[in-house]
């Protein structure tokens, strides 16, 4: 496709190898790779980044336009049927994601070519029937393309640059000057999609007054689903209104935000919100139960999340929305940061082995007192006596906050992220990161420790956004209690086999992290141990004790927080 794009300049409109003639563009149609949808898109979508380059007249511009992206519709919804890698929608194909982004924000800019060519135009009465009603609903297609490569930044939780926001209202004021930014269009035949230019820019301000930062991928993409099947109760308004609380000011500031009641609207604002659309969203909270509906299949959301969905939009679009409770105050300060169950316990055990007195030496080339921080790790037995170093080898570090730097050092390095603190309060922090692996969701467990402190305490990622320049943002919510390593194993009735074994492997221990606070004990434990109250063996603190699981607290993306109570009895071996 890109030699096809080089013999494009300086063709002739009546060339049958240009896509300025109807032959040419048949034949580049008919071309176009067909096996695999995200080539198809690609190669759909080059015409449209090339748009100006060309040079073709506004006519057969127009037309070979229209019709490539009609043409790219069904593979562009075969390509995001496949948006995830997992049915569950917890991980972005990153190549999809790809194609996807690259082909919204390519159909804009090409068919903004061809508006700028009708905008140029002295009186709107120079345009035929045809190219006035063609700007109508070119101007719909720029405009939702624009709104769809935005949610797919937020599905990486990434800003888009101040432009992006220029485009947007720019386009809505010509539209609205045009005339038709409110006619009821097909945007793409055989769709069953109708929308107009106004619907398309109320979509695309409705996300972004969403709390998409608190929300998962899979459930931006619920998002998406519900603004467009409810987006007929949206509207704008000329100042505040209960259903209208959101305000843009694209003459001051980019983006959208919540306004306050009383206060007295300025020149240039433009108030809107989701109307009777939240009397909907109600409506479809009460009817969520143990099914997802089918109108939301392409979303991949299970049950949890949609009913999850459903409640911070109704909480954050209220009148009253959610209000913060404790005061930040700023914080300068670096931290360690690890995720899920199994990696944040092994990092407390860490922790528990230096502070257990536990020394690191290369003698015998053991880069630490194996006996010892197996027990503490694994709830084994007998403790052994540190060794200490051998003459003439490197001594010992002296302090236990040395000793468990060092054991993260030697470690694997690609189980912790350096942080930097921004701000703190009562419940939870704010944090940059600078350098990120990409793995952060919200509803996700961390550990953390700040680099003076020997002491790992445990959050759950609430809000993430990423700036233009790449940094991530975090709001984390800390659970209460003093974290320690703990396993746990479950009976299995069998007096042959007593010990339930960890599915796909002969083990029967399970991971666990044990919170403690006030006479109140909690566990964390991996998605899908907790099958109900349940007894059970828990390691802790280097012994076993019996114990009784209650209820789940919460349930995360990689965690569950479950209720237990300890067994009033003496200690097994």
């Known amino acids: 496709m890109f030699k096809w794009l080089a013999k494009q300049f300086n063709k002739d409109n009546d060339d049958p190898e240009s896509l300025a003639s109807e032959k040419g563009l048949e034949n580049f149609i008919a071309a176009v790779p067909v096996t695999v949808p995200a080539r198809t898109v690609e190669a759909l979508g080059e015409p449209f980044e090339s748009a100006r380059s060309l040079g073709f007249a506004p006519d057969p511009l127009r037309r070979a336009l229209k019709r490539l992206d009609e043409r790219a519709q069904e593979p562009v919804q075969a390509v995001r049927e496949r948006l995830f890698e997992d049915e569950n929608g917890r991980d972005i194909a990153d190549g999809a994601w790809l194609v996807l982004a690259r082909y919204f924000r390519n159909v804009h800019a090409g ?9 140029s135009r002295s009186e709107p009465g120079e345009l035929s029937d045809e190219e006035r009603g063609d700007a109508v609903l070119i101007a719909g297609r720029a405009m939702a393309a624009l709104g769809r490569h935005k949610a797919l930044m937020r599905m990486r939780y990434r800003d888009v640059d101040p432009a992006y926001w220029d485009r947007l209202h720019a386009l809505a004021a010509w539209s609205s000057a045009f005339g038709g930014s409110r006619t009821l269009l097909e945007l793409y035949p055989r769709s069953g999609y109708q929308s107009s230019i106004e619907r398309e820019y109320l979509i695309a301000l409705a996300y972004d007054a969403a709390p998409i930062g608190n929300l998962l991928p899979a459930q931006l993409v619920g998002l998406d689903v519900l603004l467009r099947r409810l987006a007929t109760h949206f509207q704008f308004a000329d100042s505040y209104r209960d259903t209208a609380p959101f305000v843009i000011e694209p003459e001051r500031e980019p983006g ?5 009641k009383g206060l007295s609207a300025r020149s240039g604002q433009r108030f809107f919100g989701v109307g009777g659309a939240y009397a909907q969203l109600a409506a479809l909270r009460k009817q969520a139960g143990r099914e997802v509906p089918d109108w939301m299949a392409h979303a991949h959301l299970d049950p949890a999340s949609y009913r999850s969905l459903l409640d911070l939009l109704l909480q954050h679009w209220s009148s009253q929305p959610p209000q913060r409770q404790h ?48 027990k503490i790790r694994f709830g084994s037995v007998e403790q052994q006596a540190a060794p200490q170093p051998a003459q003439g080898i490197e001594a010992a570090p002296v302090t236990p906050l040395e000793t468990l730097q060092k054991f993260e050092l030697e470690g694997d390095r690609q189980m912790t992220e350096r942080w930097m603190l921004t701000d703190s309060s009562a419940n939870g922090f ?16 961390i550990g953390f420790r700040r680099l003076d402190s020997l002491d790992w305490n445990i959050a759950v990622i609430r809000r993430l956004s990423r700036s233009a320049e790449g940094k991530l943002s975090v709001g984390a919510q800390a659970i209460e209690g003093n974290a320690l390593c703990a396993r746990v194993r479950f009976g299995s009735g069998d007096a042959g086999n007593p010990w339930v074994a960890v599915a796909g ?31 059970c063996m828990l390691s802790f603190e280097r012994t076993w004790r019996r114990a009784r699981l209650e209820r789940s607290l919460e349930r995360g993306y990689d965690f569950e927080l479950v209720e237990f109570n300890l067994a009033a009895e003496a200690p097994v071996a």
Do not use: C
């Open 256 to 260: 959208v935000r919540r306004s306050l």
């Open 430 to 445: 704010g944090a940059l990161a600078s350098a990120h692996g990409g793995w952060a969701r919200t509803g996700m467990l």
């Open 505 to 535: 492997t002969n083990d029967a221990f399970h991971d666990a992290i044990l919170l403690r606070s006030e006479g109140r004990s909690h566990i964390l434990l991996e998605p899908g141990i907790f099958a109900g109250p349940q007894e």
């Open 111 to 119: 068919y903004d070519v061809w508006l700028e060519a009708v905008r």
């Open 327 to 374: 005061r930040r105050d700023r914080v300068e300060a670096e931290m360690l940061v690890s995720r899920g169950v199994g990696q944040v316990r092994r990092m407390i055990a860490a922790s528990e082995y230096a502070q257990a007195g536990g020394l690191l030496s290369y003698e015998d080339s053991a880069p630490y007192d194996h006996k010892l921080f197996g």
